[in-house]
């Protein structure tokens, strides 16, 4: 009897000591060793984060029962939740096998885009949703419907009123693209033809969005002095905000040309009193001191742009109102800090890309409020406007409700850069804002305000969108004389679970898909 209790006892040994040594917990990636920015506190960590499937499973520094198929050893590198570029135009890279990949942002640090800003999207969205899905894409997609979309497919391009059921109209297409996904509406009421919308107008369609929990993004009717002022157009955008009682985002604040330079105090007073009423309203920025838009959006009066751009050149060339146009044309260049402010980054007419609007009007032989003209008659044509002062720029990158964001488009280097640049400069070398600072400002709180659940922020129960940059080489390489490289000093960059940049190197997978509410 003595033996056999001796055996039994033994027994049960073996299998407490086998069941203690078998592992807890199983995952399919697993980093150690790295400063971890969990994208929600203020200091950072030293824990170890697992990942099983699409999830972050684990997070924690107790790792000896944890069983790995990979473990990424991140040593002297920082460990940050994706990063999520609230405004871009990257749909225009997605839509094509060849640069769906999405890698300008990809190579930033970039985990999701959202996309249909400026008030212009890919429309109508279930279509582009279907195509993201069946040919893969690059990055997490998060796609806004363009107002400039609702009001061509009920009015065109021209300045004409909606009736009553026209808006009426405009508002059941507004939920149709609210069903099939959107995140929330964009505007571009600087732009034709979002310009010619009445604010009203614009609170009808934003109620609609706040029905469905949606988010209200705006590029302002004027970042500068071109028609109502920068003040105006941010109290535009509060009493969109207030009216429709829905968040309002400024999309890449500034104060653009020297009338407006040292507005930013007035703007930050607006938006904080507010606040303090109750509105949800935030900001994002990109960190540059140039702007980008195309070269009629930049210079061209808004009622001569009514029905199009070959309206347009066909009014410029009219002897009976060119005159106006061409008078109008010169202010707005004023405004612009002049033409020699105005580089060309983008034109089908190698006599003019990377010269200024100076030098090209130069080549041409006439007043550059004229040369634009026969500039636009080439095709597209973009510019860069020199004309933000520095101390607007740091003022607004120092407030909490303002997010990092690009603005990714072709020709300025902010599409390669702007999230390693704001590293780089504004928080290792000049010390605006401090380094949790600005990966709160590019991860969590932009999941936040655009309503992304369960992204953002490293967690488990999240989706695992993880970055791993080195601190000591993370920086842009893009600039104004060759805006296309990629940034460099990302190591990692995972997406839903899976390794799209291996040691610096990306690893061809599309690892991306579309979001949802």
């Not at 027994?11 to 917990?25: A, F, I, K, N």
């Not at 990055?139 to 391009?157: A, D």
């Not at 030098?359 to 040369?371: F, G, H, K, V």
């Amino acid at each position: 009897m003595l033996l056999r209790s001796k055996v039994l006892y033994a027994y049960v040994l073996l299998l407490t000591v086998v069941s203690c040594s078998e592992p807890q917990l199983k995952v399919d990636l697993l980093i150690v060793n790295g400063t971890v920015y969990n994208g929600l506190d203020k200091e950072p960590t030293l824990v170890s984060i697992g990942i099983s499937e699409d999830k972050i499973v684990f997070v924690g520094d107790e790792i000896n029962n944890i069983f790995a198929k990979k473990k990424i050893d991140v040593s002297g590198m920082i460990v940050s939740p994706g990063f999520i570029d609230p405004h871009t135009h990257a749909d225009r890279d997605l839509n094509k096998p060849e640069t769906a990949h999405n890698l300008p942002f990809l190579m930033q640090g970039i985990t999701t885009v959202i996309v249909g800003n400026d008030g212009d999207s890919f429309y109508p969205l279930s279509k582009y949703k279907k195509l993201y899905t069946e040919q893969g894409v690059g990055t997490n997609v998060v796609p806004l419907l363009g107002h400039h979309e609702i009001i061509e497919s009920v009015v065109g391009k021209s300045d004409k009123r909606p009736s009553p059921e026209e808006l009426q109209k405009m508002q059941e297409l507004v939920q149709k693209e609210m069903d099939a996904g959107a995140f929330g509406m964009s505007t571009g009421l600087y732009y034709a033809p979002g310009s010619y919308t009445k604010t009203d107008e614009v609170v009808e369609l934003a109620k609609i969005v706040a029905k469905n929990d949606g988010v209200y993004d705006t590029h302002l009717r004027d970042e500068g002095s071109s028609s109502i002022g920068l003040v105006n157009a941010v109290k535009e955008a509060i009493e969109i905000g207030r009216k429709a009682n829905l968040p309002i985002h400024l999309s890449h604040i500034k104060c653009l040309g020297v009338d407006v330079w040292h507005k930013s105090d007035s703007i930050v007073a607006l938006v904080e009193n507010a606040l303090s009423e109750g509105l949800q309203i935030t900001a994002n920025q990109y960190p540059y001191d140039a702007s980008a838009t195309s070269l009629n959006a930049a210079v061209s009066p808004r009622w001569a742009e009514s029905g199009g751009k070959d309206s347009l050149l066909l009014r410029a060339k009219n002897p009976k109102i060119k005159k106006k146009i061409f008078k109008e044309t010169k202010e707005n260049i004023v405004r612009r800090g002049g033409p020699d402010k105005l580089l060309i980054v983008k034109c089908d007419d190698n006599r003019f890309l990377g010269k200024t609007l100076l030098e090209a009007s130069n080549i041409l032989q006439m007043p550059p409020e004229e040369a634009v003209y026969p500039i636009l008659e080439t095709g597209y044509v973009r510019v860069a406007s020199f004309n933000m002062n520095p101390y607007d720029i740091e003022n607004f990158m120092k407030q909490d409700w303002v997010v990092t964001g690009s603005d990714g488009n072709t020709g300025h280097p902010r599409k390669y850069g702007s999230f390693p640049r704001k590293y780089y400069k504004y928080v290792k070398q000049d010390s605006v804002i401090g380094l949790t600072s600005f990966i709160n400002g590019s991860t969590a709180k932009t999941a936040k305000i655009f309503k992304i659940p369960n992204r953002g922020a490293i967690k488990e129960g999240f989706y695992a969108d993880i970055i791993i940059f080195n601190p000591d080489t993370f920086r842009d390489k893009a600039d104004y004389s060759d805006a296309f490289q990629y940034a460099e000093g990302l190591e990692y960059s995972i997406i839903n679970g899976k390794i799209s940049v291996e040691k610096g190197e990306f690893t061809k997978k599309l690892n991306g898909k579309v979001l949802t509410k």
